[in-house]
């Protein structure tokens, strides 16, 4: 096999996802479709890698330097929702139902991985809560124990300010069976279960 075709190898199987027998059988299925795939395929993460920037407000991924979301004045100036990386956020633009601004943290607190509140967004956070018109900032943060130690943090740091500080709910998923769930999903369901009617 050519130096270059390894290369290539080594380099997809570190992507998520792909280890490296899938990342070998992506780089043969590119090859035997070179033209058609492969030689845009490059072009267009080119392309990508060369314009697309974090924006300076939020930290989503755009080719300015505000995103489309940040720039659009239909959306609820009033409310931001912290996520952990640009992940989280695409995936509650796909659900539709949320309409404010946010921000992208950069990850979670992590005394293992080396992560403290340094390396992550929060100064700038601080920042765009404290202004006038902030009423809500929703802690859109995994259910794990970084997820809710950097919450814990983040409630910390923004007590002072005059914003009401909330959570996404935790529990069963819509069509879970209680069955199939695991044990910290369950207790969670149980501690915010709410009153019906």
Same mark, same amino acid.
């Given at each position: 096999?050519?130096?270059?075709?390894?290369?290539?190898?080594?380099?997809?199987?570190?992507?998520?996802?792909?280890?490296?027998?899938?990342?070998?059988?992506?780089?043969?299925?590119?090859?035997?479709?070179?033209?058609?795939?492969?030689?845009?395929?490059?072009?267009?993460?080119?392309?990508?890698?060369?314009?697309?920037?974090?924006?300076?407000?939020?930290?989503?991924?755009?080719?300015?330097?505000?995103?489309?979301?940040?720039?659009?004045?239909?959306?609820?100036?009033?409310?931001?929702?912290?996520?952990?990386? =640009?992940?989280?956020?695409?995936?509650?633009?796909?659900?539709? +139902?949320?309409?404010? /601004?946010?921000?992208?943290?950069? !990850? @979670? %607190?992590?005394?293992?991985?080396?992560?403290?509140?340094?390396?992550?967004?929060?100064?700038?956070?601080?920042?765009?809560?404290?202004?006038?018109?902030?009423?809500?900032?929703?802690?859109?943060?995994?259910?794990?124990?970084?997820?809710?130690?950097?919450?814990?943090?983040?409630?910390?740091?923004?007590?002072?300010?005059? =914003?009401?500080?909330?959570?996404?709910?935790?529990?069963?998923? +819509?069509?879970?069976? /209680?069955?199939?769930?695991?044990? !910290? @999903? %369950?207790?969670?369901?149980?501690?915010?279960?709410?009153?019906?009617?």
């Amino acid at each position: 096999m050519d130096n270059a075709v390894e290369n290539l190898i080594r380099k997809m199987a570190r992507i998520p996802g792909l280890g490296p027998r899938s990342a070998r059988r992506a780089v043969l299925f590119l090859l035997r479709n070179r033209e058609q795939l492969m030689v845009p395929l490059a072009r267009e993460m080119d392309d990508v890698a060369t314009r697309i920037r974090a924006c300076a407000d939020c930290g989503n991924l755009d080719t300015g330097d505000v995103c489309k979301i940040c720039n659009d004045a239909r959306r609820d100036r009033s409310t931001i929702c912290i996520v952990e990386d =640009v992940g989280s956020l695409w995936a509650i633009e796909r659900a539709g +139902v949320f309409r404010g /601004l946010y921000h992208v943290l950069g !990850g @979670t %607190l992590s005394a293992i991985d080396g992560r403290g509140p340094d390396k992550l967004h929060i100064d700038r956070l601080v920042k765009r809560a404290g202004h006038s018109n902030m009423a809500e900032v929703i802690l859109a943060l995994s259910a794990t124990v970084d997820g809710q130690t950097t919450a814990h943090y983040i409630q910390e740091r923004l007590a002072g300010l005059p =914003v009401e500080i909330t959570r996404l709910a935790h529990g069963v998923p +819509v069509g879970g069976e /209680l069955d199939y769930l695991d044990d !910290g @999903t %369950l207790a969670q369901a149980l501690k915010a279960r709410g009153k019906l009617g």
